[in-house]
Structure formats: structure tokens, C-alpha cells
């Protein structure tokens, strides 16, 4: 007797089954490990090939998968989709982003080509406090206006997952307000929204000379507001040089713990900063661009199964050539996952497909660790593990049907837009 199911995605050429398996170092992303029925026709890290395989998928979730001729004598479908020749992989988890925002600030793109680095930039009174000014000022309906149409441009993209971090706000009510806009975006789009408190960006104008004043302020007023109103998952923190200390991130990331806030670390970025220690030491879920990390600390964040998030797109923009040593943490068994870092200053990539093809050209990468890192290692760092990234039976349904036979291609042509399509939460994404 044939089980009803609302879409069957049929007779896939190759499919992408990054899982996480365990080797002498740890968790190592791009593993697979599956029941034998499936393991017996898997390539090479985790692809299934020789027999095409289908998808059903019933409501928001995967119900089964497995060799198209054993699914298609179990499910009549009510809408098909054929994928002979086509690729099948997970929806993109973009787990780092800064999308809610307000204002442009493509006059600091015009100084960075001329020469200015980040820190200049800054210090002449633009990056993160030019945003801030402008996202104070702004409505709630006019960040949610202003921010949509980048979430909506993202999902086209195959991105079904995403992270949004306040920080440009630097008060308690502007910080509440971009919570409140990015939960908004996903109530209101196909996409799994994840929601993470960032007061500890940078410190805002008033407080730049008192600046234990201000961790006490999100310490004391903004991480309590944000756990009342239930706004975020986790609590993010900016230690850098010329930022937070690492004494002042321990004292907020702890704080944001006591609350049920749980830690992620903005970490080595433009120096060793110590970030990836206190990472570490706090039991972060993941710790955040890492281009200056040392070999130590990528010792420590193995060992306290810290996920490793790294923004190569933020390396490229930014005209650095310092990458992310992201193959000396695959070889030691560190869990890695990419992300765009989608923010108005610093990197306005928005396709996870091109910071996976930046991932294989700069930083050592195969196709199919870029892509594990991109689904299940971006699952990871949001907590996800077990709900998305993956394409199994019980997952959410959040998958890409590739017009291509290989995730190579993807990856050589990964600047231009190859035609796909998207399912999120089992919904197949128009336009």
C-alpha cells in the first residue's frame, strides 16, 4: 500500500549527504555515516551515485529517502519534480550574518579603494557606528522594509537557514528592535530565521571612554530584556583589539549563558586576540572568522567542540590575503562551517554558493568539504544539528535540485547564478 506524500523529488543523478562521523581527532565535516541500504551505493564522502535516489517529503519534513525505484513503489506523490541529471543537495545554512540594518555605506567602499583599512575607517567615525546611527533612526517597518528584500534575494539563492545578529544598535530599545524585525523576517518568509544578541559589537558614542560601564549595561539591562521577551538564541561578542577585551567578553557571554543565551565568539579576526580562548573556555558553539587564529587555539576549540566559522567573503571584500587556515582545521578533525557575514561594511556577499567557491579557491577546500561546511557545518554552529542540513529522514525538508550533475561545476562557476531550485520547509521557492 503507497503512502501519499505532498512532493517526491525523483531519480536524482547525485546527491549530497554530508553527515558528521567520527575520527581519532573528533567530528570532522563532510563525513558520512547512514543506514547500509544507503551506505552500499555511496561514493566517496558522503555522495550517493550510481542508482538515482528520490526524496518524499511530507509537510515540512523529509519522510524518506532512498533508491528511486524502492521510494517510488511506497509514496504517490502530489506533485513531482524530476531530477534526472540534476544534483540534489541541502539548503545552505548561512549561519553569520548582520542582515537587519539600516543605511548605506558605500562611501567607505570608495575610501577601502583607495586605500583605507577597516580600522581607518572606523576611526574617522564610519563602520559599525555609521550603521548604528542610521538603524537608530530607523522604524521598525522601515529596518523589516529595508532588510527583506536581502533575506528574499538569499533564499533564491538556495539559503534556507539563517542567522541574524543585532549590534547596530548599541542601546537596549534599538537592539530589541532589530530582534524584533529579524524574528519578524521569519514569521514572514520561508526561511529559518536564528536570532542572536550582539550588543557587544562595539561600544557606542558616551561610552567610548567608560567602557566597563557599557559591558555593565548589556550585562545588567540589555541581556535581560532580550531573555524576557525571548528575542535571541544565542549572545555574540566582538573581541578584538580596540574592542572587547577578553575579560570583558567572558563577563557578558556568561552573563548571556545565566540567561539561556548560549555564547558565540567573534574571534581573531584582524589579530590573536584571545577570542578563541575564552570561545574555548565558555563552551561556545562556535567561534567566528578565526583568520589570525594559531595553532593552539584551534587545538583548544577542537577540544572543547568549538565549531569554527569561517567568512572568506569578509577576507575577500576587505582586499586582505590572509584566508582562514580552514584546511589545517579540517585535517585536525576542528568542525568548520561557512557563512557570508552579510553586513552593510565589511562584506555584502549574499550567496552562500560563492563563499563556497571562495572556500575551494582560496582556502584549500574541496567542492564537497565547502558544501558540507555550507549545510551541516553551518547546522552545527546554530544548534541545528539533527533538524536541517542534512537530506535524511526526519530533517526539515530544506533542500536545492541543482540544473547540473556535480558540485563541482558549482563551485568553478561559483560567481555566476546556475539555475536551481529551492525547497524550504518543503515549500518549492518561486522566482
Given at each position: 500500500?503507497?503512502?501519499?506524500?505532498?512532493?517526491?523529488?525523483?531519480?536524482?543523478?547525485?546527491?549530497?549527504?554530508?553527515?558528521?562521523?567520527?575520527?581519532e581527532?573528533?567530528?570532522?565535516?563532510?563525513?558520512?555515516?547512514?543506514?547500509?541500504?544507503?551506505?552500499?551505493q555511496?561514493?566517496?564522502?558522503?555522495?550517493?551515485?550510481?542508482?538515482?535516489?528520490?526524496?518524499?517529503?511530507?509537510?515540512?519534513?523529509?519522510?524518506?529517502?532512498?533508491?528511486?525505484?524502492?521510494?517510488?513503489?511506497?509514496?504517490?506523490?502530489?506533485k513531482?519534480?524530476?531530477?534526472?541529471?540534476?544534483?540534489?543537495?541541502?539548503?545552505?545554512?548561512?549561519?553569520?550574518?548582520?542582515?537587519?540594518?539600516?543605511?548605506?555605506?558605500?562611501?567607505?567602499?570608495?575610501?577601502?579603494?583607495?586605500?583605507?583599512?577597516?580600522?581607518?575607517?572606523?576611526?574617522?567615525?564610519?563602520?559599525?557606528?555609521?550603521?548604528?546611527?542610521?538603524?537608530?533612526?530607523?522604524?521598525?517597518?522601515?529596518?523589516?522594509?529595508?532588510?527583506?528584500?536581502?533575506?528574499?534575494?538569499?533564499?533564491?539563492?538556495?539559503?534556507?537557514?539563517?542567522?541574524?545578529?543585532?549590534?547596530?544598535?548599541?542601546?537596549?530599545?534599538?537592539?530589541?528592535?532589530?530582534?524584533?524585525?529579524a524574528?519578524?523576517l521569519?514569521?514572514?518568509?520561508?526561511?529559518?530565521?536564528?536570532?542572536?544578541?550582539?550588543?557587544?559589537?562595539?561600544?557606542?558614542?558616551?561610552?567610548?571612554?567608560?567602557?566597563?560601564?557599557?559591558?555593565?549595561?548589556?550585562?545588567?539591562?540589555?541581556?535581560?530584556?532580550?531573555?524576557?521577551?525571548?528575542?535571541?538564541?544565542?549572545?555574540?561578542?566582538?573581541?578584538?583589539?580596540?574592542v572587547?577585551?577578553?575579560?570583558?567578553?567572558?563577563?557578558?557571554?556568561?552573563a548571556?549563558?545565566?540567561?539561556?543565551?548560549?555564547?558565540?565568539?567573534?574571534?581573531?579576526?584582524?589579530?590573536?586576540?584571545?577570542?578563541?580562548?575564552v570561545?574555548?573556555?565558555?563552551?561556545?558553539?562556535?567561534?567566528?572568522?578565526?583568520?589570525?587564529?594559531?595553532?593552539?587555539?584551534?587545538?583548544?576549540?577542537?577540544?572543547?567542540?568549538?565549531?569554527?566559522?569561517?567568512?572568506?567573503?569578509?577576507?575577500?571584500?576587505?582586499?586582505?590575503?590572509?584566508?582562514?587556515?580552514?584546511?589545517?582545521?579540517?585535517?585536525?578533525?576542528l568542525?568548520?562551517?561557512?557563512?557570508?557575514?552579510?553586513?552593510?561594511?565589511?562584506?555584502?556577499?549574499?550567496?552562500?554558493?560563492?563563499i563556497?567557491?571562495?572556500?575551494?579557491?582560496?582556502?584549500?577546500?574541496?567542492?564537497?568539504?565547502?558544501?558540507?561546511?555550507?549545510?551541516?557545518?553551518?547546522?552545527?554552529?546554530?544548534?541545528?544539528?539533527?533538524?536541517?542540513?542534512?537530506?535524511?529522514?526526519?530533517?526539515?525538508?530544506?533542500?536545492?535540485?541543482?540544473?547540473?550533475?556535480?558540485?563541482?561545476?558549482?563551485?568553478?562557476?561559483?560567481?555566476?547564478?546556475?539555475?536551481?531550485?529551492?525547497?524550504?520547509?518543503?515549500?518549492?521557492?518561486?522566482?
Amino acid at each position: 500500500m503507497t503512502q501519499t506524500v505532498d512532493l517526491l523529488i525523483e531519480n536524482a543523478a547525485r546527491v549530497l549527504l554530508p553527515t558528521f562521523g567520527s575520527s581519532e581527532h573528533g567530528n570532522r565535516t563532510g563525513e558520512d555515516r547512514r543506514p547500509s541500504s544507503q551506505n552500499d551505493q555511496k561514493g566517496a564522502n558522503g555522495v550517493f551515485g550510481s542508482e538515482g535516489l528520490s526524496v518524499a517529503i511530507l509537510g515540512d519534513k523529509i519522510k524518506a529517502v532512498g533508491p528511486a525505484s524502492e521510494i517510488a513503489g511506497r509514496f504517490h506523490a502530489l506533485k513531482t519534480l524530476d531530477a534526472s541529471g540534476r544534483l540534489l543537495t541541502p539548503g545552505f545554512v548561512d549561519s553569520h550574518t548582520h542582515l537587519v540594518f539600516a543605511g548605506d555605506r558605500s562611501g567607505e567602499f570608495e575610501m577601502r579603494c583607495r586605500g583605507a583599512d577597516y580600522e581607518e575607517i572606523a576611526a574617522s567615525g564610519g563602520g559599525i557606528r555609521a550603521s548604528v546611527r542610521a538603524t537608530r533612526a530607523a522604524s521598525e517597518d522601515e529596518l523589516y522594509a529595508e532588510s527583506l528584500p536581502r533575506l528574499e534575494r538569499m533564499i533564491a539563492g538556495g539559503t534556507t537557514t539563517v542567522e541574524i545578529k543585532s549590534g547596530y544598535g548599541l542601546d537596549l530599545e534599538t537592539e530589541l528592535r532589530m530582534l524584533r524585525v529579524a524574528r519578524r523576517l521569519g514569521e514572514t518568509t520561508p526561511a529559518r530565521v536564528v536570532t542572536t544578541f550582539m550588543g557587544a559589537h562595539d561600544f557606542p558614542d558616551g561610552f567610548r571612554e567608560n567602557r566597563d560601564a557599557y559591558v555593565n549595561l548589556i550585562i545588567e539591562t540589555m541581556i535581560p530584556a532580550v531573555a524576557k521577551e525571548g528575542l535571541a538564541e544565542f549572545c555574540d561578542v566582538f573581541c578584538e583589539r580596540g574592542v572587547f577585551t577578553p575579560e570583558q567578553t567572558r563577563r557578558v557571554l556568561e552573563a548571556g549563558k545565566a540567561a539561556g543565551l548560549r555564547p558565540k565568539v567573534h574571534a581573531d579576526e584582524m589579530a590573536p586576540s584571545g577570542g578563541s580562548e575564552v570561545a574555548a573556555e565558555v563552551g561556545a558553539v562556535s567561534a567566528d572568522h578565526l583568520m589570525k587564529t594559531t595553532d593552539a587555539s584551534i587545538a583548544k576549540l577542537r577540544e572543547a567542540g568549538v565549531v569554527a566559522t569561517l567568512l572568506p567573503g569578509t577576507t575577500f571584500f576587505l582586499g586582505k590575503e590572509c584566508f582562514a587556515p580552514a584546511r589545517k582545521m579540517l585535517d585536525a578533525g576542528l568542525t568548520v562551517a561557512l557563512a557570508t557575514d552579510r553586513n552593510p561594511g565589511s562584506c555584502t556577499v549574499e550567496s552562500m554558493s560563492f563563499i563556497v567557491g571562495l572556500a575551494c579557491l582560496r582556502m584549500g577546500m574541496s567542492p564537497l568539504e565547502g558544501f558540507a561546511a555550507a549545510t551541516v557545518g553551518g547546522a552545527a554552529a546554530l544548534g541545528l544539528t539533527g533538524v536541517t542540513g542534512q537530506i535524511a529522514e526526519g530533517f526539515a525538508a530544506d533542500l536545492i535540485l541543482w540544473e547540473t550533475s556535480h558540485e563541482g561545476r558549482i563551485c568553478y562557476e561559483f560567481e555566476n547564478h546556475l539555475a536551481r531550485t529551492v525547497i524550504a520547509g518543503g515549500n518549492i521557492i518561486e522566482g
